[in-house]
């Protein structure tokens, strides 16, 4: 099939990848940059199905549930952009933004003329060296993707939110590995777990003699990533006092060492992720609103694993690629396992998907996970009830979290529940809960993130 002459004088006229499509879905033109992109030669490409070449589909790609422009093009006669999942010839798959609009010929017929904007690569972590990386193709994960990209150009601070286990800290190394400073240090603070009397020095440095028992010159880790990116997770966790001076890294770029006299200069850009409503925090005066409004200048929000359920099984069957390389063992999910795993709410996210799966696949005797394994892991999740049969195996209601008549109550259960019931009455401030418990915010925080509460 030789392609329109008139169509595919359009197609060499754009500089970005471009190709026209008739109503049968069949490509009839393509310009030398859709080839150089990827890796698509014109001789074997014209006459295919779009969704063949572009998707590695065997029909339409709104039967497979994702957004296409072919019926706005064809039904409505408008043009139409989205967000969308692209594969080359070798199977590397790219986050697009596709633009397309109607075209008519001499005859009248209507063509679908199509711009291809490439977002970003989804990188295969065997070929990067990358132990993780982000993994989707929903309408929600790609507006957030296509958000990252924006700001990653942008020295601007970005407040990263969403529940735990939904993949902040993958999102801004993104942002890192996507901006002008990808060749710089990435550097990681875990706002959580630094100790209140130590975490002036650990984020600025100390000079020598500032503390007993530490002679010698620490640099900070502020310091430490001079020129890249620090990454805040759990910016909410910050002391107060360690607010103030981080405000003043934000506004000035100045901070001074722990016992030091010397201003020193930072160059990085600041990163931040939560999983609680910072403004809440705000109006308790537990968080500075100044520094609020510094980190937030640009805010991306993590979708949870349940806004997007189409990305279950992609992300099931990505870990499980993982875990076999690391055991030298390929597993694999049934049918009916990943109909389990898609219809199951996750308040851990991913973490959660990912801890059912490794539980799941140490009961595996041939590498195939299927609903018994699945139940296992369930029962056997930290805060689950288990629900025994008479063989004393975890029964088929655990798949669904429903119980069984016999059934025991574990201490950690009974913890977990009387911090969400407190949480309720306090109307989520952990603040007040902290106060009712008798315990700290962090020992409450630790505990909520143990037990997946928000």
Known sequence: MKPKIGFQTLADSHEQPFMVIDKNFRIVALNRAYERAYAAEAAQVIGKHCYEVSHSHSRPCFDEGEECPYRHIYEKKTPHSCLHTHRDETGRTYWVRVTAF????????????????????????????????????????????????????????????????????????????????????????????????????ELFGHERGSFTGHAGLKQGLVELAEGGTLFLDEIGELPANIQTKLLRVLDTGEFRRVGGQKTLKADVRIVCATNRHLWDAVKEQYFREDLYY?????????????????????????????????????????????????????PGNIRELRNYLFAASAASVDGWIDTPQLARAFANAPGSVQYRGRAGNPADTALHGRGAASQQEQPENAESRRLAEVLREQYGSRKRTAAVLGISTRTLYRKMKCYGLR
């Open 102 to 201: 109607p075209l008519t010929a001499d005859d009248g017929e209507v063509y679908l003329g199509e711009s291809v904007q490439e977002l970003t690569r989804q990188d295969d972590p065997a070929e990067t060296g990358e132990t993780m990386h982000m993994v989707g193709e929903s309408p929600e994960f790609l507006a957030m993707i296509e958000q990252l990209q924006l700001m990653a150009h942008s020295r601007i601070p970005v407040l990263l939110m969403g529940e735990t286990g939904t993949g902040k800290e993958l999102a801004a190394k993104f942002l890192h590995q996507h901006s002008e400073r990808c060749d710089k240090p990435y550097v990681t603070v875990d706002c959580t777990i630094l100790n209140e009397s130590l975490v002036e020095s």
């Open 294 to 346: 510094r980190i937030a200048c640009m805010t991306v929000y993590i979708p949870g694993l349940r806004d997007r359920r189409e990305d279950i099984p992609l992300l099931a069957n990505t870990l499980l690629r993982r875990l076999s390389r690391s055991a030298g063992r390929r597993y694999q999910l049934t049918d009916a396992a990943l109909d389990v795993l898609r219809n199951r709410d996750y």
